[in-house]
T-cell receptor, first 116, second 115 residues
Framework: AQTVTQSQPEMSVQEAETVTLSCTYD???????LFWYKQPPSRQMILVIR??????QNATENRFSVNFQKAAKSFSLKISDSQLGDAAMYFC?????????????FGEGTQLTVNP | KAGVTQTPRYLIKTRGQQVTLSCSPI?????VSWYQQTPGQGLQFLFE???????NKGNFPGRFSGRQFSNSRSEMNVSTLELGDSALYLC??????????????FGEGSRLTVL
C-alpha cells in the first residue's frame, strides 16, 4: 500500500521569506501523480501544484515549486515570497496511475503560519 | 463554471441516527469521490463513483454507503451513527479516462457532528 508522510506538523515563515515543506512517500508503482493541496480555514481543498512521476522537470506554479526526487521518493514544496494568504494546512497527496480511479492518499498535513 | 457543491454544510445528529450527504460535481465531471477528514485519522478515502458504479472503496464499515445518479450527482449515507463518525466529509470530482491530469476538485465539505 502507498503511504505519504509529512514530518513537519507545523511550520512558520516570515512574510516575504521562503519556506520548504517536506513530503516523502512509499510506492511500488512506476507511474503516479503527486500533489500539494492547500486547505485554508474555509476548509476547501485547493490544488497548489502537481507533478507527474514520469516528468523529470520539477513543476513550478508562480511562487510555488517542488523538488521531486523520484529515487528518494521525496516531494518537497517550496513557497517563495510568502504571503499572509499562504497561511493554511498543506497536504501532500499521491495518486497511482495503476490504482484505478481518483483515490488519493494524503499525508498528515503541515500547518503553515505566515508572520507579518 | 460552478464548483463542487456539497449540502448540507453543517449538521448535528445523535447516535444511532442515519445521515445522507449530497454532492454535485463540476459540470462534465463523471467521477465523484468521498473523503472523511478527522483530527485523529486525517484524510481517508471512502469511495469513488463513476458512471453510477462504485469503482473503488476505502477501508470503512458497511454503515458507510453511497450512490451516484445519472446526472453524476452523488450521495453518501451513514447509518447507525457513532460518535467517531463526527468529521468533515469532503466530496471531490474529477475527469476520468481523459488526458488525465489526475487533479481532484474539492467541495467545501459537510461538517457532521454526532452527539
Amino acid at each position: 500500500a502507498q503511504t505519504v508522510t509529512q514530518s513537519q506538523p507545523e511550520m512558520s515563515v516570515q512574510e516575504a521569506e521562503t519556506v520548504t515543506l517536506s513530503c516523502t512517500y512509499d510506492t511500488s508503482e512506476s507511474d503516479y501523480y503527486l500533489f500539494w493541496y492547500k486547505q485554508p480555514p474555509s476548509r476547501q481543498m485547493i490544488l497548489v501544484i502537481r507533478q507527474e512521476a514520469y516528468k523529470q522537470q520539477n513543476a513550478t506554479e508562480n511562487r510555488f515549486s517542488v523538488n521531486f526526487q523520484k529515487a528518494a521518493k521525496s516531494f518537497s514544496l517550496k513557497i517563495s515570497d510568502s504571503q499572509l494568504g499562504d497561511a493554511a494546512m498543506y497536504f501532500c497527496a499521491y495518486r497511482g496511475e495503476e490504482t484505478s480511479g481518483s483515490r488519493l492518499t494524503f499525508g498528515e498535513g503541515t500547518q503553515l503560519t505566515v508572520n507579518p | 463554471k460552478a464548483g463542487v457543491t456539497q449540502t448540507p454544510r453543517y449538521l448535528i445528529k445523535t447516535r444511532g441516527q442515519q445521515v445522507t450527504l449530497s454532492c454535485s460535481p463540476i459540470s462534465g465531471h463523471r467521477s465523484v469521490s468521498w473523503y472523511q477528514q478527522t483530527p485523529g485519522q486525517g484524510l481517508q478515502f471512502l469511495f469513488e463513483y463513476f458512471s453510477e458504479t462504485q469503482r473503488n472503496k476505502g477501508n470503512f464499515p458497511g454503515r458507510f454507503s453511497g450512490r451516484q445518479f445519472s446526472n453524476s450527482r452523488s450521495e453518501m449515507n451513514v447509518s447507525t451513527l457513532e460518535l467517531g463518525d463526527s468529521a468533515l466529509y469532503l466530496c471531490a470530482s474529477s475527469l476520468r479516462g481523459q488526458p488525465n491530469t489526475g487533479e481532484l476538485f474539492f467541495g467545501e465539505g459537510s461538517r457532521l457532528t454526532v452527539l
